[in-house]
């Protein structure tokens, strides 16, 4: 429980890891973005491809791997569709910031609701590093996220405090929502299976739908790619080293 409780605390709060740059840099390139976006969506196409799913299938079957995976493809489905995108092109100048500030917070609260039950279904597996693995590929996901949460509070005038501060609060519904995703999976008896490939769901539609977009929207398609290819070959040597 206590590896758990850290390896969700470290992948949560690396949302406010990925704020930092932007306490000394004031502008990231879209290249750089478009790049750090790519890679994050390799490390967690493979650590979905490696280690969710053959996992899951091991552990309940493929009927429980191809429910599971549909649900957590579903439910995120449903949140992109009923919660605010952040718009980081903002221009400067926006009123009411306290407002557009909550709304993003709450967005970002439902949004790691999923991801916290990923890595809490995932340390309750019995395979000893999946649980490390998926704590990294969520982390990884968290930092961009983190990134562009921040350029849009800067864009609203918002202060870097602010910002980190915003950052933290969204990484609590994920470490509370991982303790959930844990406790169920030990508990339940033949839930871990379902919770792995729902982990998995909700990887694969977090990468085709938002990451894999995002860095090929600016014109740097190329270098995405290549940084895809080297953000899952990063989550393999990853695997291996943990004993996968």
């Not at 992109?80 to 980081?88: G, K, M, R, W």
């Not at 910031?97 to 809490?120: Q, R, W, Y």
């Not at 309750?124 to 996901?141: D, F, K, N, T």
């Amino acid at each position: 429980m206590a590896t758990a409780l850290l390896g969700s605390f470290l992948s949560a709060m690396a949302t406010v890891l990925g704020v930092i740059p932007i306490l000394f840099v004031k502008r990231l390139s879209e290249l750089w973005k478009d790049v750090l976006v790519a890679f994050t969506a390799g490390i967690m196409v493979s650590a979905t491809t490696f280690g969710l799913m053959p996992q899951a299938i091991k552990e309940s079957g493929i009927i429980a791997l191809t429910l599971g995976l549909i649900t957590g493809v579903l439910l995120l489905d449903l949140i992109e569709s009923h919660i605010p995108h952040i718009d980081v092109e903002n221009k400067p100048g926006l009123s009411n910031l306290d407002s557009k500030a909550l709304l993003v917070m709450i967005a970002l609260f439902i949004h790691n609701i999923p991801e916290g039950l990923s890595t809490g279904f995932s340390y309750a597996s019995e395979q000893a590093s999946l649980g490390p693995m998926v704590a990294i590929a969520i982390g990884a996901q968290n930092m961009p996220e983190g990134l562009i949460l921040a350029v849009f509070l800067m864009n609203a005038r918002a202060t870097r405090r602010k910002a980190l501060t915003i950052a933290a609060l969204t990484g609590l519904m994920e470490m509370v929502s991982a303790v959930i995703g844990y406790f169920t999976a030990s508990y339940v008896q033949n839930v871990v299976g379902y919770g792995l490939a729902f982990a998995a769901g909700a990887m694969l539609f977090i990468v085709y739908k938002e990451l894999i977009p995002e860095s090929h929207g600016h014109g740097y398609e190329r270098p995405s790619t290549y940084s895809f290819i080297f953000g899952l070959l990063a989550m393999v040597y990853i695997t291996t080293f943990f004993g996968g």
